[in-house]
């Protein structure tokens, strides 16, 4: 068999396991918010290539398959400038209020250091956090008279005096 038909052929059987890739990231990445969100939301994948284009202003990004438990994410324009930013390791330059939705639940994270990769006895390592909602507030003085302590049973500041500061809105339960 000649070489062009052999890729051909392999590219032929090749297109229906992307096609079911990307749905995948799909269905993932549309369980991260409300449906009336996500199922107009443009879809992305973490290296920001657009899956899906959407018409609502939203952007939905998959379960990263590198983490532990599963953490889809749907965010609003400051939040993306915010994910952006973490992933750089710079400053978030958001000016507006900013809300994202993770309604599957979050990866173990520390509440304290936003770059901890594990446990310490100081980073105050928090799991089973469940679905949430994460708010950015552009003034950080308005955190001072919010908990920090995820186990409040509310909502609290995650990050807390980083640039990285927000506010976490447990939806069904305070993390265990």
């Known amino acids: 068999m000649p070489r062009s ?14 096609a079911q890739a990307q749905d995948a990231k799909i269905a993932s990445a549309e369980k991260a918010g409300p449906a009336s969100i996500s199922e107009n939301a443009t879809i992305l994948d973490w290296s920001g290539d657009v899956i899906r284009e ?28 915010f994910l952006q930013a973490f992933i750089a390791k710079r400053e978030p330059e958001y000016e507006q209020v900013g809300i994202a939705y993770m309604m599957v639940d979050d990866s173990p994270v520390s509440n304290t250091d936003p770059y901890a990769t594990e446990p310490t006895e100081d980073n105050q390592w928090i ?7 994460m708010i950015l507030v552009p003034d950080h003085s308005s955190f001072e008279s919010m908990s ?14 980083t640039p990285y500061a927000h506010i976490m809105v447990p939806l069904k339960h305070p993390p265990k």
Do not use: F, K, Q
């Open 127 to 133: 799991s089973g956090v469940g679905p949430h909602l």
């Open 148 to 161: 920090t302590d995820p186990y409040n049973g509310g909502p609290w500041i995650m990050w807390a005096n």
């Open 54 to 81: 959407g018409t609502n202003g939203w952007l939905c990004l998959p379960d990263r398959a590198n983490t532990e438990g599963e953490d889809p994410w749907c965010v609003d324009a400051p939040w993306w400038d």
């Open 5 to 18: 038909t052999l890729a051909v052929l392999t590219l032929i059987l090749a297109l229906p396991l992307c």
